[in-house]
């Protein structure tokens, strides 16, 4: 056996489908993968292809795998930002200067191991074959296992193995480190018991759901619990497929971008089970939303994270899924139905007020409206992918999603839902993905279509276009011609561009054609760009919350 059959041997039983890459890296290996049913996608950028894996990750729960030549891996580390924000597992490869060649000058030689240390869990080198098989499986233990997170290993030699070599080591998996959670650590039963006892007492409880349900793939379970309970569930952004938008109980995103009938709901709550959230800024909004005289349960495999942004009453460490398990288990007493009541009104009270937004016909489209047609408009099980920014912020007040709806959404940085959802599509081949993007996030890495074309990855992307970053605009004083170049952007024919990647393309600039655009792109058999032109007036209002 070489070591290229070796890694795609190991690869295999790890449960990898992909590998998504910028050349030349592991030549030989990714000839093997591809003989064993691994599929190798060659993108534009190694920045982008830390996206996919990253997208690919977090709608699977499987061990994404992404990888780079030396030169191009400082990149690849930037790119594993949002997905260590995000609590993504993910494998990136990179090449490194060999010790012989090192302070000679060699071309392309530089030492960048360090940019790895702030982006992974986990930062090692391989100093050569014989060493390849364990750490490889360290490095699928850590990123799966407690906290996910990604994690790096730096192969000798520009391009990991140029060539080949008789395989070292022993040839051995651990399946279960390609999932994660690899494992589902319990809480104490006395954890469990307090947070019960608590919930009981409460006259205003609410259920934040977070990031952390989905990872734990427990969305199902977390809605029965909710109506076990009686009990509303408000969630974060990456949360927001938790509970179908339709249920009785649900109570919209929170947060500096939430919806402001979910802000009121938690700004009333007596009680707050958090499951899987940090409680960070965001979700917060700067850390206002939750009352000083709530009593908190935080709920997060992560003890150090517990306790970390406000005072938690009753810690519980342990897996989501399998806390949500025991909680159901031990309690019993439903909420005050008056306060189920109250919910619900104050949810209605908010559509009444968004409904003519959402219901639009004017021209140029109000971006309330498109983000209303998406949720009419995707297919019943759709994965939907979300950039941040603008898109985020809509995304939050006006998309509605199912029970069998999924939503992945960026943790922070812009121009990551177009890569990502290529990723997520690799992951989900008989879903449809719908990818929601501005076209300043866009322009990131548009020539991922000519990736998404040249691998028959279709996915359907939506762009709010306004030809600008109409979010930051107060920036800068709007009648200044040069100023106005600091956001404004040129008008760009987006359907042109994605028909010269071989891509669909259409434009829509009236509400009553989405629909039909969306309906074609669908027929076309081929990734899709809906160039929605929306009004560049029309920017985000600051979500209902303590004054500031």
Not at 31 to 49: D, F, N, Q, W
Not at 54 to 62: E, F, L, Q, V
Not at 321 to 331: E, H, K, T, Y
Not at 359 to 375: G, H, K, N, Q, Y
Request: aromatic share 6%; charged share 20%.
């Amino acid at each position: 056996m070489q070591t290229s059959e070796q890694i795609a041997e190991m690869l295999c039983a790890y449960g990898v489908s992909h590998f998504f890459f910028v050349p030349v890296v592991l030549p030989e290996t990714c000839k093997r993968m591809s003989e064993r049913g691994i599929l190798p996608v060659m993108t534009h950028g190694e920045k982008a292809a830390a996206y996919m894996a990253d997208g690919y990750a977090r709608i699977s729960r499987k061990v994404g795998l992404c990888g780079a030549q030396a030169i191009g891996s400082t990149n690849l580390a930037a790119g594993l930002r949002d997905a260590y924000m995000a609590r993504a597992p993910i494998v990136a490869l990179s090449g490194e200067p060999n010790a012989q060649t090192a302070y000679r000058n060699l071309y392309q030689d530089l030492d960048d191991h360090g940019a790895f240390e702030a982006v992974t869990k986990w930062n090692a080198r391989v100093p050569g074959p014989s060493r390849f098989p364990d750490l490889l499986r360290q490095a699928f233990r850590a990123a799966s296992s407690g906290v996910p997170r990604p994690v790096h290993l730096a192969l000798v030699g520009r391009t990991g193995n140029s060539g080949d070599s008789p395989a070292e080591g022993i040839t051995r998996a651990e399946p279960r480190y390609g999932v994660s959670p690899s494992d589902r650590p319990m809480a104490a039963p006395s954890s469990v018991a307090a947070a019960v006892e608590l919930l009981a007492g409460a006259r205003r409880p609410v259920i934040l759901a977070g990031n952390g349900v989905p990872r734990s793939g427990a969305a199902r379970e977390l809605a029965a619990l909710a109506e076990q309970l009686r009990i509303p569930v408000v969630m974060t952004l990456n949360g927001l497929a938790t509970i179908g938008f339709d249920h009785p109980l649900y109570g919209g995103v929170v947060g500096e971008y939430g919806a402001d009938f979910a802000n009121a709901i938690l700004l009333r709550a007596d009680v707050v089970l958090v499951m899987g959230s940090s409680l960070g800024s965001m979700t917060t909004k700067n850390w206002s939303l939750i009352p000083a005289d709530a009593q908190i349960i935080q709920v997060d495999i992560d003890g150090a994270e517990i306790g970390r942004n406000f005072e938690c009453a009753v810690p519980v460490v342990g897996d989501v899924g399998a806390v949500i398990g025991q909680l159901a288990a031990a309690a019993s007493r439903q909420g005050p139905a008056e306060w189920a009541a109250e919910i619900a009104d104050i949810r209605a009270g908010y559509q009444g007020a968004v409904r003519e937004s959402e219901t639009s016909d004017a021209v140029p489209i109000r971006p309330e409206r498109l983000f209303s047609m998406v949720s009419d408009e995707m297919a019943a099980d759709a994965v939907m992918v979300g950039d941040t920014g603008h898109t985020a912020f809509w995304t939050a007040r006006h998309i509605r999603l199912s029970a069998r709806q999924s939503v992945v959404r960026a943790a922070g940085s812009l121009g990551w839902g177009l890569p990502a959802s290529l990723g997520v599509k690799c992951a989900c081949p008989d879903r449809e993905v719908v990818c929601v993007t501005g076209d300043a996030g866009f322009f990131y890495h548009l020539s991922e279509l000519e990736t998404a074309r040249r691998y028959g990855i279709n996915v359907i992307v939506v762009v709010n276009n306004n030809t600008s970053m109409n979010q930051e605009t107060y920036l800068w004083d709007e009648g200044s011609a040069d100023q106005r170049k600091n956001w404004q952007f040129h008008d760009t024919a987006l359907t042109e561009i994605a028909r010269g990647f071989g891509c669909h393309g259409a434009r829509v600039d009236k509400p009553a054609d989405f629909a039909v655009a969306m309906d074609k792109a669908r027929a076309s058999g081929l990734p899709a760009v809906i160039d929605v032109r929306t009004d560049i007036a029309v920017v985000a209002p600051r979500s209902f919350g303590p004054a500031r």
